[in-house]
């Protein structure tokens, strides 16, 4: 072979490789840094349930199940996950860095256990902001999975009611735990893990085990499970009571004040 042949088979491979390196990062750059793909959004989009439907917990003095509005602008119903094994934590999209860092965490965690059977489930602390339509377009930076993993938004006052009912953690408006919590088939809190803590996160994955395998709810869960019921009840009936003596209370006074400004009834008595 010629010089000038082997010069220009070099020169024609350089370039085939130079296309081929194009077209494999040109492919590429439709995905996000975890390998998913990710779709554009319809700046068109919009929720179908609306803020005026949104569950407010009146007249619950105690939040156990809850419904919310997830990244599809539907309804979200904690009670659908019964017989599912599901873990939840809370954030808001527009934190800089840590609920990133934290969402990429659950990221890696939805990659492995999700195909197992295990549920995701992300509320958001700051839901003024995040509205459904701004959690359907920051859903799609973790995921396009809308039955596995859920980002859950709605009516403010409740959020903070589910956090400190429900799950028993501090909840405020962009304020939240750093803590993953574990709910098993039957609707118990198993424990809560902070994502910041290396060996906390291995006993996460291992209690994504045991749990999966449990076919029946453990003996010594079913009387926690019971017990917390039962102090739920003795809280409501506090509660009812105490509503009930107020409102007699006001009864009375309104009737007695009545009575005072009507001197007619006054003299009738007398």
Not at 221 to 244: D, G
Request: glycine share 8%.
């Amino acid at each position: 072979m010629s010089k000038a042949a082997g010069f220009f088979l070099s020169l024609m491979l350089v370039v085939a490789g130079g296309l081929l390196l194009y077209k494999l990062l040109n492919n590429g750059s439709g995905q996000s840094q975890s390998g998913h793909e990710t779709s554009s959004v319809d700046p068109n989009w919009t929720p179908q349930v609306k803020p005026a439907e949104y569950k407010t917990g009146e007249g619950e003095p105690w939040i156990r199940e809850f419904e919310l509005v997830d990244q599809q602008g539907e309804i979200f119903k904690s009670e659908d996950l019964k017989g599912k094994v599901w873990m939840t934590s809370f954030f808001f999209s527009s934190c800089p860095s840590t609920c990133v860092q934290q969402n990429r965490e659950i990221q890696s965690l939805y990659e492995i256990w999700a195909r197992k059977g295990i549920k995701f489930v992300s509320i958001t602390c700051d839901a003024e902001n995040d509205t459904p339509s701004r959690l359907h377009e920051y859903a799609q930076n973790f995921t396009t999975d809308v039955e596995n993993w859920k980002f859950l938004s709605g009516d403010v006052g409740y959020i903070n009611r589910i956090g400190s009912d429900r799950f028993l953690v501090p909840v405020g408006p962009r304020t939240h735990s750093d803590s993953f919590i574990l709910v098993d088939k039957w609707g118990n809190v198993r424990g809560k893990y902070n994502w910041h803590e290396t060996e906390e996160m291995k006993e996460l994955n291992r209690q994504f085990v045991t749990l999966l395998q449990e076919e029946q709810e453990p003996a010594e869960w079913v009387e926690k499970r019971e017990q917390l019921e039962a102090q739920i009840q003795q809280f409501v009936e506090q509660q009812e009571n105490s509503e009930k003596g107020e409102a007699d209370s006001s009864g009375n006074s309104d009737g007695e004040n009545e009575q005072e400004s009507n001197p007619a009834a006054n003299e009738a008595i007398d």
